[in-house]
């Protein structure tokens, strides 16, 4: 690393939010500065933000609510900095060729690997593919969603090289019963249901929720309906141990026409995915842990279509595919002595599936052909050791050793120190590792695939200012950042230049800055605002160059109005193999609102792009105009 890069490196600022629920954790009761916001993605227990020394952004359930959007993930683009979401119409992402839904953090991209979603801690990808699925994270099971800007593989592993979104799901926590009804209807008949019910009795708890979400889309051929159900109970054994299991299932049949310049017919997909876990927790005085294991898996029928403009024929084969990811989970977290919070933790994921080709018409229907039939083992053991120093310095340091049954065996460090400065300012110093396993896609299927591939590995060099003023009311802060990756999975021709292979040839050369900043003006109304610049040596699909968004709301008697202004600059989204691209700016501008009619009902519009842009985020897939929902929130 050049001493210019590392200088560039040290000078970063960064910004962690004003806005979330608060509670106290064993670990920060000794602390003598009063209790700010916690957070449990970035320490695996409760840790208070002033003492973690990694970037994190919170979007609380209010916020989620508050975009009456089924999908989490239009929230998290406008409230998280340096994070951005494909999309291709109104209502769902879908899977394979011309899917939408991919994440991008930092330049680093979540349909590669490199972000994980975790829901309650658990990883959400594809045992095959090695992705998440974005139709899978519904606003219903969320209470808050914690996004570590950063790599966090000292911790979770391999695909949190370059951050994670942690959904946090629901609990309620007063005794009684609670029943939502929401119903939604707008542009392209599009329509968006949801039920929950939330049980709280002594000990137990559950929550309940149902959904259907569909539309017919903004283009022939771009319909999109979706069927989606969770459950979670928990029961508290005693007042130092509690129990939990829960269930989630998405079911969706998702169409998709091609682009403009290659339109396609019959290109259809059929996706189930589910996630079942069980999870023993106990909280002690000074130490607290949990043991979970938790199962998802996939089913995948998927007709790839087919361009009648190019002279194609109707597939004779559908894609068929079943993954599955296992794991076990433990850690243990233990306050030694003053100001010491130790965690030692052991996880263990087995993942694979099977995937082949199924012939419908000709000689060969009916007939199975084999893609790939695989499973792989991966067992990782980490120490997470903290220190406060008085009340002014906190030190943070971990390591994981991670094995992969074929790939080997990968040693992740991180560090960094948390200054707390008078009248409630930080200053944040991070250095942290990252990397990412090979997934079994890229080393056993489809032609370009190597099974010599090796991990994909990348350093993030950080530095965070933010601050609280007027009592909380105001804050603000901004980060520079610096990532310096290699051994990036290229598809590049093979030496003797007969084919092309997937190789270890990529770099990573990223920089940027990302601000926040959040006032609440009165009780009646708030601000809130955050930027990102991007600096890529190499240009990457769907990372925008510059992304600000500007937000309001107003909370009075029965109102609650928010909108907010998006400004997106330098958005790639195509890419040559010398570098250059397309590329896109656009300006869009979305309004939410609700009136309470009665104590029992709420009514809601949300209008998006009202300033009716015409704008691609993916090459080839035109975004609608000005769109509108409207709808009911039933309470009882």
């Known amino acids: 690393m050049t001493t210019k890069r590392l200088t560039f490196a040290l000078m970063a600022i960064g910004l962690l939010p004003a806005q979330g629920q608060t509670a106290e954790s064993d670990s920060l009761k000794t602390a003598t500065r009063p209790l700010h916001e916690v957070v449990v993605t970035g320490t695996r227990n409760e840790a208070d933000t002033r003492y973690l020394t990694q970037t994190v952004s919170i979007i609380d359930r209010r916020q989620i609510e508050q975009a009456h959007n089924p999908s989490l993930l239009p929230v998290l683009t406008e409230q998280v900095p340096g994070l951005f979401v494909t999309s291709r119409g109104i209502l769902g992402y879908g899977v394979s060729g011309g899917a939408a839904g991919g994440i991008s953090l930092r330049g680093l991209s979540g349909g590669s690997g490199q972000i994980m979603v975790l829901i309650d801690g658990h990883p959400q990808y594809m045992g095959l593919m090695g992705h998440p699925i974005s139709d899978a994270y519904q606003s219903l099971m969320a209470n808050r969603v914690e996004v570590l800007r950063g790599p966090a593989s000292a911790l979770y592993g391999s695909n949190a090289m370059g951050g994670v979104i942690n959904i946090i799901t629901r609990k309620m926590q007063e005794d009684g019963v609670k029943t939502d009804i929401d119903l939604g209807y707008g542009s392209y008949n599009t329509l968006q249901s949801e039920a929950t019910n939330q049980v709280r009795k002594g000990r137990f708890t559950s929550i309940v929720s149902a959904s259907y979400n569909r539309t017919d889309g903004h283009r022939p051929d771009l319909e999109f309906e979706q069927y989606g159900g969770y459950a979670k109970l928990g029961y508290e054994l005693t007042k130092t141990w509690d129990v939990r299991a829960d269930l989630d299932i998405t079911h969706f049949n998702a169409s998709q026409p091609g682009s403009l310049d290659a339109p396609l017919l019959d290109a259809d997909q059929r996706i ?59 850690y243990q977290s ?18 694979g599936g099977e995937a082949w080709n199924k012939f419908i018409a000709g000689e060969r229907d009916g007939e199975r052909e084999d893609i790939v039939d695989k499973t792989q083992n991966e067992v990782a053991g980490y120490v997470d050791f903290r220190q406060d120093i008085g009340s002014w310095l906190a030190f943070n340091a971990g390591v994981r050793a991670d094995h992969h049954e074929q790939v080997g065996t990968e040693w992740i460090p991180q560090a960094g120190l948390a200054f707390l400065l008078p009248r409630d300012a930080n200053i944040k110093l991070t250095a942290s590792r990252g990397f990412r396993y090979p997934t079994l896609r890229e080393m056993y ?5 190597n099974p010599d591939l090796k991990p994909e ?33 290229m598809t590049l021709p093979t030496p ?15 920089s940027g800055v990302e601000a926040q900043a959040a006032y609440r003006i009165s009780k009646s109304w708030a601000a809130n605002a955050n930027y990102s610049f991007l600096h890529m040596e190499r240009p990457v699909i769907s990372a925008p160059e510059h992304k600000l968004y500007v937000g309001g709301s107003f909370t009075q008697g029965r109102w609650d109005l928010s909108t907010g202004i998006q400004y997106i600059k330098g958005l790639y989204t195509e890419v040559s193999t010398n570098g250059n691209g397309k590329q896109e700016d656009f300006v869009l501008w979305n309004i939410r609102g609700s009136f309470r009619a009665t104590n029992f009902l709420d009514i809601y ?5 009202l300033l009716a842009q015409r704008y691609e985020i993916m090459a080839g897939y035109p975004m609608p105009k000005a769109t509108f929902i409207g709808g009911v929130k039933v309470r009882f």
Do not use: C
Not at 605 to 609: D, F, H, K, S
């Open 272 to 330: 189930t995915r589910g996630m079942a876990s069980v999870a023993v927790e106990n909280r002690y005085e000074r130490t607290s842990g949990a043991l979970s294991l938790f199962y998802n898996w996939g089913r995948h029928k998927i007709n790839d279509g087919y361009n009648p403009n190019a002279g194609e024929s109707p597939l004779d084969y559908r894609f068929h595919s079943r993954d599955n990811m296992m794991g076990l989970s433990w």
């Open 334 to 351: 233990a306050r030694l002595f003053q100001g010491n919070r130790l965690t030692v933790g052991v996880d263990w994921y087995r993942f």
């Open 445 to 449: 299927m489809f032609p370009p695939q």
């Open 457 to 489: 590995s990348m350093w993030n060099y950080e530095i965070a200012f933010s601050q609280e003023l007027l009592e909380g009311r105001l804050s603000y802060g901004a980060n520079l950042f610096y990532i310096d990756g290699k051994n990036l999975i």
């Open 496 to 510: 003797h230049g007969s084919g092309r292979i997937n190789q270890n040839s990529g770099k990573i050369d990223n």
């Open 605 to 609: 519009v949300r209008g998006e792009n």
